[in-house]
């Protein structure tokens, strides 16, 4: 069974391989799904701002799949690219930002090594994650608004989540404009919860 194959996610139209999932339920507010183990090829860049470390981490693993391992093996490019944060940051010391892009179907068993010695191979292991969608572009400012208005909502319910990271998730190239999908994941720990929102 591929683990990485063909989705028909609405929000996921740039890419030939996304990640698939099982949507558990769906709420106003958020989705709860479940996602099997997959393997990743990741890189970590310290920077003061997401943006930044983001940015370098991103050319790293572009480089990877476009020739940058052994074999010279060139790679479609992958959907979505998780970058993990954690959710403890100092104004003053810069945080260690973890970036992966799923590696293709083709490549999930014995990927080509990299040939920079800042890149490896991550496993992601089977999950349920609580997830909120918004549009635009994936800033610091952004995800970190909906990462709050994520977990005030997660609160509200009484769901019980890993505090200590969250995942800024993003779908699209940065040459799209119009219509673009970035979700914050945050990985349930224990009994799943899926109330709908009561609305004032």
Same mark, same amino acid.
Request: proline content about 6%.
């Given at each position: 069974? &591929?683990?990485?194959?063909?989705?028909?996610?609405?929000?996921?139209?740039?890419?030939?391989?996304?990640?698939?999932?099982?949507?558990?339920?769906?709420?106003?507010?958020?989705?709860?799904?479940?996602?099997?183990?997959?393997?990743?090829?990741?890189? %970590?860049?310290?920077? @003061?701002?997401?943006?930044?470390?983001?940015?370098?981490?991103?050319?790293?693993?572009?480089?990877? +799949?476009?020739?940058?391992?052994?074999?010279?093996?060139?790679?479609?490019?992958? =959907?979505?690219?998780?970058?993990? +944060?954690?959710? $403890?940051?100092?104004?003053?010391?810069? =945080?260690?930002?973890?970036?992966?892009?799923?590696?293709?179907?083709?490549?999930? $068993?014995?990927?080509?090594?990299?040939?920079?010695?800042?890149?490896?191979?991550? $496993?992601?292991?089977?999950? %349920?994650? @609580?997830?909120?969608?918004?549009?635009?572009?994936?800033?610091?400012?952004?995800?970190?608004?909906? =990462?709050?208005?994520?977990? $005030?909502?997660?609160?509200?319910?009484?769901?019980?989540?890993?505090?200590?990271?969250? @995942?800024?998730?993003?779908? %699209?190239?940065?040459?799209?404009? &119009?219509?673009?999908?970035?979700?914050?994941?945050?990985?349930?720990?224990?009994?799943?919860?899926?109330?709908?929102?009561?609305?004032?």
């Amino acid at each position: 069974m &591929l683990l990485v194959s063909y989705t028909n996610s609405s929000f996921c139209t740039e890419s030939k391989e996304c990640l698939e999932y099982l949507l558990v339920c769906k709420t106003d507010e958020y989705e709860v799904r479940h996602y099997s183990p997959t393997r990743w090829v990741s890189t %970590d860049a310290e920077a @003061y701002f997401m943006g930044v470390g983001a940015a370098m981490a991103f050319r790293r693993l572009f480089q990877y +799949i476009n020739g940058a391992n052994e074999g010279g093996f060139q790679m479609e490019m992958t =959907a979505p690219v998780l970058v993990k +944060i954690p959710e $403890e940051t100092r104004m003053w010391e810069p =945080a260690v930002y973890s970036l992966g892009f799923p590696l293709p179907a083709a490549y999930q $068993e014995k990927p080509p090594a990299p040939t920079s010695n800042k890149l490896y191979f991550s $496993e992601m292991p089977e999950m %349920d994650v @609580y997830v909120r969608s918004y549009g635009g572009w994936m800033l610091s400012v952004t995800s970190r608004l909906h =990462a709050h208005l994520l977990t $005030e909502e997660l609160g509200r319910v009484g769901a019980s989540y890993n505090h200590s990271y969250h @995942y800024g998730v993003g779908y %699209d190239s940065p040459l799209k404009l &119009l219509n673009r999908h970035n979700e914050v994941w945050y990985v349930s720990e224990g009994e799943l919860v899926f109330q709908p929102s009561s609305h004032h």
